[in-house]
């Protein structure tokens, strides 16, 4: 579900590029290295293993609502600069 809830949210950014449908708890995106980067220094941990820029953001058991919020909340204070 949250998983589901994240691809929801991302939709709306044209800086997101969807990879691959979502599968369970996982989405694949495409995203510029600046927003990667501004990511992982406000502590998202995901991988970026696809090419240039490609991301697996998983969803965990445990992962709220709020937690997608807050992601979403924080990928657009940097596609705002």
Request: charged share 25%; net charge positive; with cysteine.
């Amino acid at each position: 579900k949250m998983a589901e809830y994240l691809e929801l949210k991302l939709k709306p950014f044209p800086q997101v590029k969807f990879l691959f449908p979502r599968e369970a708890n996982a989405v694949f995106v495409e995203l510029p290295r600046p927003i990667i980067d501004g990511l992982h220094a406000k502590g998202w941990k995901f991988y970026t293993f696809i090419g240039q820029g490609g991301c697996r953001l998983m969803c965990a058991w445990d992962t709220k609502p709020e937690d997608v919020d807050q992601f979403v909340a924080d990928l657009q204070s940097l596609t705002a600069k």
